[in-house]
């Protein structure tokens, strides 16, 4: 074990960790701002009451994707100095913007809304939630930007004297193809895992707590499983596309999403395989046939290049190494990605039926799992993600420097060591408590009628106000 | 002037944007137990930084980036060389982040409690440890050729940076005091006037040391002086001010002295980034620790539209909560 082990291990850790949390708060947000606009339509205090529930689950986990955030930009410096160095030229400038356009513009009006209750005309303490949620949405798309030129590096040139890349073209990093698709994708994910939270929050109370404000639940509940399942519709079909660009320009990520060794045309993809334990030759497979060549390109005749084949090629290109990704890891977690997402979109649709008409969801199998249905979008992302770092592996600029060659020099084993246990053990306790918070929240069901909150009263005394300290 | 001076410059103001305003969030979260005797009354101070510090916050999450996209050696060199003070730093602004948020979404003693004490570390943490960083960067560390750090933990723990370290500190608790009379009624008022008279000359003295021997000693700049100069007038102003209960003016002082004492520790450190004090070569300079002129130009772009209107909503939020705070039981 060396200092470039342990800051992987912490980067994928703390970034893993940071990405349960990101997602609620940007699906959530809009989906709170819903509720409030509702309110403000109708006048009818069931959505109200909605948003002040809803908002509280919502800050409650907003404060921990903020502070774990904080920790993602220093990261860089201090275990990546030298991929700071590298990139900060070209990746530096939409992580400025980042914090520059989004985050300012999120905090700000977060605050607003949060104090604002009563210090702002109606409409607009109702324009600071949708604002707020715009810095959210905006802070993903920066983000997205500046990890889409690590996956495919557009925009710039090699400066021959420092041998590194320099900004030229800022339009093209942020309409890089891969940001554009990857946008979209990742923020359908975050609709399905905050419409997941309003469907285990409130199919709980509708099946296991019914009586209390069973009308408010249940439109939640519809509302929830809806944003749960158009957002696995768009994110199947984002996932198409961004498939194909994948082949494109990653190839050896695609390949090795299918641990594809030898190019095949038609190519098929496994549902399943058993392979040896160093995943290079299958023991056991079930194959649709076609449909990797379809994934791939939109053909499904059509050849898709094989690992071995890669590996050649990129030998002959970058010099002698290894450039193939850990093919189990690539191979796993983009079927876990997949089967979960799916299994979301399904179990949304079977809530969806089983309330047609009027009826209260009752089979104990599917209100279970609605109950642990935000687990599923979670599960995805974090397989999504661990699949398109993993996968660019041993790249951390693909095609421009390797990751072993980005982690800081001057930092030891031993202060990588202690911040990594650091940030584990904290991150550790902060999850235990922050789940015990929001099962608490949740389960309290929503606030009385009316009052409105308060910024001066303590939060249990007005229990569940969306109303601050 | 060029486009390096000009991103130091803006760089130089993020921080005095974040220390003039996380400077005070991070007092009262030193002061809250002090001040506030019980529950009511730590509920209405951290009521007077709820809207705006995560705001706050922010001037150092857009300072490292902007460090990052203009000066990518000097953010590579100073995040990885101060390893362990910014490990420190991050996990007292996690822990203080989720308490402020946490405290009130319980009404039981013992988790209020434990709270309480996580925002008090999470406050004096970072107030200290930004002020032995920064009086470091100024001083200058021992950096290798190839502008990596080259020294370990105890060469940033030298008499310099702790005084740095201490004044920083100290004067952020004074600001924080002094917000709190500006923000407050009745009791807890009082309390917090009498506490920047009783404390104050105790911080300003420690920030006129740090001063005095940073441009008398570490270095010397003519202009870097008049502003020390200024800075050490406004602290003084500012006690003045506090004990006539002027507390506007009292707090314009705190954050004249701070914002001043910040663009003072720039201008001194000017061309340089970060000096070294091993090898001359490892220096950090604003032209070798800067990004390429295209990316510069691109961020003065979106920094000159985008700046102007982060102040004017920020500005706002400070003007929709400006109303004094009192307890409600």
């Known amino acids: 074990m060396d200092a470039l082990d342990v800051a992987r291990w912490q980067f994928g850790v703390t970034t893993v960790y940071h990405f349960l949390f990101v997602p609620l708060t940007i699906g959530l947000g809009p989906l709170v701002a819903t509720f409030q606009t509702l309110w403000h339509r109708t006048g009818n205090p069931r959505y109200l009451r909605l948003t002040h529930f809803y908002g509280k689950l919502f800050l409650i986990n907003f404060a921990m994707g903020v502070v774990t955030g904080i920790v993602q930009e220093f990261q860089f410096g201090m275990n990546w100095s030298d991929y700071s160095r590298y990139v900060g030229d070209v990746f530096g400038a939409p992580l400025a913007m980042e914090a520059l356009l989004a985050f300012f513009l999120e905090s700000t009006f977060l605050g607003l809304w949060i104090f604002g209750w009563k210090k702002l005309p109606r409409r607009i303490h109702l324009a600071t939630i949708w604002t707020a949620a715009l810095g959210s949405v905006l802070s993903m798309f920066f983000i997205l930007a500046a990890n889409s030129w690590m996956q495919n590096p557009v925009g710039y040139r090699m400066n021959p004297d420092t041998g590194r890349p320099e900004l030229t073209d800022i339009w093209a990093v942020l309409t890089n193809k891969v940001a554009l698709i990857t946008f979209p994708h990742t923020l359908a994910a975050a609709f399905m895992v905050a419409g997941a939270l309003l469907v285990a929050v409130s199919i709980w109370h509708v099946a296991r707590r019914p009586g209390q404000d069973t009308a408010e639940h249940r439109f939640a509940l519809r509302f929830g499983a809806w944003v749960t399942l158009v957002a696995t519709a768009a994110i199947v079909f984002t996932g198409d596309i961004q498939g194909k660009i994948m082949t494109e320009v990653q190839p050896m990520k695609m390949a090795a999403a299918e641990a594809l060794y030898r190019t095949e045309a038609p190519a098929s993809f496994s549902a399943f395989t058993i392979g040896t334990l160093d995943g290079s030759r299958e023991v056991f497979a079930i194959k649709l046939p076609y449909l990797l060549s379809f994934l791939a390109t939109g053909n499904p005749t059509a050849s898709v290049q094989g690992i071995d084949d890669l590996q050649t090629q990129y030998a002959a290109q970058y010099g002698p190494g290894n450039y193939a990704p850990i093919v189990p890891v690539t191979y796993w977690s983009f079927r876990v990605m997949v089967g979960l997402g799916i299994a979301a979109g399904a179990i949304a649709l079977l809530v969806l039926w089983s309330q047609r008409r009027g009826r209260t969801p009752s089979n104990r199998w599917l209100v279970r799992a609605g109950l642990v249905l935000p687990l599923l979008p979670l599960g995805a992302s974090t397989a999504g993600w661990l699949f398109t770092e993993m996968g660019r592996q041993p790249w951390i600029v693909f095609g421009e420097l390797l990751t072993r060659n980005g982690v800081s020099r001057s930092v030891s084993l031993t202060e990588v060591l202690t911040s990594f246990l650091a940030f584990t053990l904290i991150y550790a306790l902060l999850a235990v408590i922050e789940g015990r918070l929001l099962f608490r929240y949740a389960r309290a069901g929503l606030p009385p009628d009316e009052p409105e909150p308060d910024e001066s009263a303590g939060d249990e005394d007005v229990p569940a106000l969306a109303g601050a300290y | ?329």
């Open chain 2, 1 to 329: 002037m060029d486009l390096t001076t000009f991103w130091f410059g803006a760089i130089a103001f993020l921080f005095v944007g974040y220390f003039v305003l996380e400077g005070f969030d991070f007092g009262v979260g030193v002061l809250m137990r002090t001040f506030g005797r019980d529950d009511a009354e730590r509920r209405l101070l951290l009521g007077t930084i709820g809207p705006v510090w995560d705001g706050n916050e922010v001037w150092l999450i857009t300072g490292a980036g902007a460090m990052f996209a203009a000066f990518p050696h000097w953010y590579a060199t100073v995040f990885s060389g101060f390893y362990l003070p910014m490990l420190l730093i991050l996990l007292a602004l996690i822990v203080r982040g989720v308490a402020i948020e946490f405290r009130g979404k319980r009404a039981d003693r013992a988790w209020r409690g434990r709270w309480d004490l996580a925002i008090l570390v999470g406050s004096v943490l970072p107030a200290l440890l930004w002020g032995l960083v920064f009086a470091n960067i100024v001083r200058g560390v021992p950096l290798a050729a190839d502008h990596d750090y080259a020294g370990g933990l105890v060469d940033l723990l030298n008499p310099f940076a702790l005084l740095g370290a201490a004044a920083f500190g100290a004067v952020f608790v004074l600001h924080g005091a002094v917000f709190v009379a500006l923000k407050t009624t009745g009791e807890v008022r009082d309390r917090a006037n009498a506490l920047a008279a009783r404390f104050g000359p105790v911080a300003v003295a420690l920030l006129l040391g740090f001063l005095a021997w940073m441009l008398g000693d570490v270095r010397r700049d003519p202009v870097a002086v008049a502003l020390g100069i200024g800075a050490a007038v406004a602290a003084v102003a500012a006690l003045v001010a506090n004990r006539r209960r002027r507390e506007g003016w009292a707090f314009a002082g705190t954050a004249a002295a701070i914002g001043l004492t910040v663009i003072a520790l720039f201008t001194a450190l000017y061309p340089a980034v970060l000096p070294s004090t091993t090898d001359p070569a490892g220096t950090l300079t604003v032209a070798n620790a800067a990004a390429s002129p295209y990316p510069l130009k691109v961020m003065t772009v979106v920094a000159g539209v985008f700046l102007p209107l982060v102040l004017l909503y920020q500005g706002w939020t400070y003007w929709v909560f400006r109303r004094r705070l009192s307890v409600t039981r």
